[in-house]
């Protein structure tokens, strides 16, 4: 019993490197989309910010990175709150809370963004 915990261990370990390097290496030209929006969105005015944001190609783009960005986010501090809270009711709180705040953050940031896509 102990060794196929261990191996389901090791397998579900395995899989969060593997996820988590995968969601960092999206986050390199997402980034870079990010800093275009970062550096072109003060100087438009709300029209042209709300014409942007209806361009399926900006949608779809910043979905993806707000999705990228919040699982990546998850993934890391669930490896902290692993790595360093050791009692177990803190545990299942930090992590139930690390899953609500990213579920949270996916789900009004998305609406946010389909509701401007949707606009007239």
């Given at each position: 019993?102990n ?7 090791h397998?579900?370990?395995?899989r ?9 290496i ?14 072109n ?15 399926p ?13 919040s699982?990546?986010m ?5 490896t ?10 803190n ?9 609500l ?14 509701v ?5």
């Amino acid at each position: 019993m102990n060794k196929d915990l261990n191996s389901w261990n090791h397998k579900h370990a395995t899989r969060h490197f593997i996820v988590q390097r995968i969601t960092a290496i999206l986050n390199i030209p997402l980034s870079i989309f990010l800093l275009y929006l970062i550096f072109n969105l003060p100087t438009m005015t709300y029209d042209n910010i709300i014409d942007l944001f209806q361009k399926p190609l900006v949608t779809i783009l910043t979905i993806f990175l707000i999705l990228n960005f919040s699982f990546h986010m998850k993934l890391g501090m669930q490896t902290v709150i692993e790595d360093y809270v050791h009692d177990k009711k803190n545990f299942k709180i930090a992590s139930l809370l690390n899953n609500l705040v990213a579920s949270f953050v996916i789900i009004g940031s998305t609406y946010s963004i389909v509701v401007i896509f949707l606009m007239d």
